[in-house]
């Protein structure tokens, strides 16, 4: 079946390092999205593609950077962690330009010490 | 300034009974909403949309509501079960020239399905 994977599922790393989350998904989609979840906050958005070397700032770009080298990863990095980036990421796709609705990966928890 | 606003973090709702969840927004360019369903340590869940377009859509025992003029929408369950338990997203968005941004969130309700 076709799905969306996000991994690790959970890392704890140091502030000042690089990390990178993975997602892939197996939809053929055209449009991913990163976002994070936390307390107070709900879903806020990190950075989306359209496709294949498209990228963009959403609401909470900063420290985050994103790379579409093909149609089913989106790779998350965080130049330079910080513990305000603590946080539950979630990736997610959608199927083309016309398509609001997005599916949503299980998470990957980040602690940052 | 919150664009999408949950204003119950709460509810709690006897099994059987209906639950209603409400989401109110400020941005009048929004023409799309959705809700997400989410259990703990997993991804959100689509549940149900609506285009601006209508003021009702209808699945299952999920229908939820758009009054536009209000900018507010609301989700109604019924019956409600116990695997109803979970935290409610509302999102909403909107497409300049076509385009599928990405979502704006309110903060979640956390409904609670007593038996």
């Known amino acids: 079946d076709a799905e969306i994977t996000q991994s690790p599922r959970h890392k704890i790393t140091e502030t000042g390092r690089q990390v990178t989350l993975a997602c892939h998904q197996t939809w053929n989609h055209n449009n991913m999205f990163w976002y994070r979840q936390d307390l107070g906050h709900g879903l806020r958005l990190i950075h989306y593609s359209y496709g294949v070397q498209d990228t963009n700032k959403g609401e909470v770009s900063d420290g985050y950077s994103v790379s579409r080298s093909n149609t089913e990863d989106l790779p998350l990095t965080l130049e330079s962690a910080a513990s305000s980036q603590t946080s539950v990421y979630f990736c997610?796709?959608?199927?083309?330009?016309?398509?609001?609705?997005?599916?949503f990966g299980p998470g990957t928890r980040l602690l940052v010490l | 300034d919150q664009q999408v606003k949950q204003n119950s973090p709460s509810l709690s709702v006897q099994e059987g009974r209906i639950s209603i969840l409400n989401c109110d927004y400020t941005n009048s360019m929004f023409d799309y909403f959705l809700w997400y369903k989410k259990y703990p340590a997993e991804g959100p869940t689509f549940l149900i949309s609506i285009s601006s377009i209508k003021d009702k859509n209808e699945d299952g025992r999920f229908t939820v509501f758009l009054n536009k003029s209000a900018k507010h929408l609301s989700l109604h369950i019924v019956p409600s079960q116990p695997g109803d338990s979970a935290v409610y997203f509302c999102a909403a968005t909107f497409n300049p020239g076509g385009g599928a941004d990405g979502l704006t969130f309110g903060k979640g309700t956390h409904l609670i399905i007593q038996p």
């Open positions: 997610a796709s959608s199927l083309d330009t016309l398509s609001e609705t997005q599916y």
